[in-house]
């Protein structure tokens, strides 16, 4: 039996699926970093009313509260989680202050 066939056929069948983990793993530690970027940048803005360009906000005022919401659209990597999630993935994070 010819063991260099063998250990090539079972590194073919394993390298797609390695490739596919690790877009996965390249893909939410992305939507994670980005996740706390923007909590970062809303503490900013509540302390210094500033935001980066590549963010988009909202503000909601009313007489009892104000609700300010910070959103990023995150371009994924990986084709079959670009078809669960649709590309691009928008996250988002908010906070309500009351008066």
Do not use: C, H, W
Not at 18 to 32: C, G
Not at 54 to 65: A, F, L, R, S, V
Not at 77 to 97: D, E, G, R, W
Request: proline share 3%; glycine share 2%.
């Amino acid at each position: 039996m010819n063991r260099k066939g063998q250990a090539l056929l079972e590194f073919v069948i394993i390298l797609p699926i390695f490739f596919i983990i690790v877009l996965f793993l390249l893909d939410f530690s992305n939507i994670f970093y980005n996740k706390i970027y923007l909590e970062n940048q809303l503490n900013n803005y509540v302390n210094n009313n500033k935001v980066n360009n590549d963010i988009n906000y909202k503000k909601d005022i009313t007489k009892e509260y104000v609700e300010i919401t910070l959103s990023k659209d995150i371009k994924l990597l990986n084709p079959i989680l670009k078809t669960i999630l649709k590309s691009p993935y928008n996250i988002s994070t908010s906070v309500t202050l009351y008066e």
